[in-house]
């Protein structure tokens, strides 16, 4: 990093614009000013040596429970599903991201595996994914096996906050989500939640 010294020596010697400084050798630049003369050169002349790092945004967030025991418990399998909609809504919220689409997978204890997803209005309420996310369960679980595996995926993140729908959101439920986001941002994401979601 150039610091002030550096700019007022360059000011005492002539140089006073970017220009100016690109176009000077950078051996005699370098004699001027020391070890930062080289430094100061590249910059001028557009050179940056650093490693490029590609801006990635997150296109999806997602959450798996594997049973240590297979399971055909299906109140214990919503009451999970319901668990990791109400954490990853959660997390839409605190990032200010907004989801259209839920996909639920599951995987039987043969190892089949089966997905089955659906679009959505964009949403970050628990209420609404937590319902579309059992829909999509009960559509997907189809077999009546041991399941091993069970999965939550909200795609086609975009950002934004979640604006009340008329038909299903109350100014009660959306101040309820206010004040349970404010203690699991002090607390933790598990301090609080709905009593389905408390076995995940």
């Avoid at 930062?36 to 002349?45: F, I, R, S, V």
């Avoid at 639920?104 to 659906?118: G, L, M, P, S």
């Avoid at 595996?149 to 979640?162: K, M």
């Avoid at 109350?170 to 203690?183: A, G, H, P, R, W």
């Amino acid at each position: 990093m150039v610091g002030s010294v550096t700019f007022q020596l360059l000011s005492r010697i002539g140089i006073r614009t970017i220009r100016t400084l690109s176009e000077m050798p950078v051996n005699v630049l370098q004699q001027m000013t020391g070890k930062n003369g080289a430094e100061l050169w590249k910059k001028a002349n557009g050179i940056d040596e650093s490693p490029v790092i590609p801006y990635s945004e997150r296109k999806s967030i997602s959450k798996e429970h594997t049973f240590a025991d297979d399971t055909m418990d299906i109140a214990a399998m919503k009451s999970l599903i319901s668990g990791m909609a109400e954490q990853l809504a959660y997390q839409l919220r605190k990032e200010k991201q907004l989801v259209s689409t839920v996909a639920v997978k599951i995987r039987y204890a043969n190892f089949d595996t089966e997905t089955k997803q659906c679009r959505v209005a964009y949403t970050s309420a628990d209420h609404t994914l937590s319902r579309v996310a059992l829909e999509l369960f009960n559509q997907v679980y189809t077999r009546r096996m041991r399941l091993r595996l069970i999965g939550l995926r909200f795609t086609n993140l975009v950002h934004g906050q979640h604006q009340m729908n008329l038909f299903e959101d109350t100014e009660e439920l959306m101040n309820l989500y206010q004040s349970m986001d404010k203690i699991k941002n002090r607390f933790g994401s598990k301090a609080v939640g709905r009593a389905s979601g408390f076995d995940f």
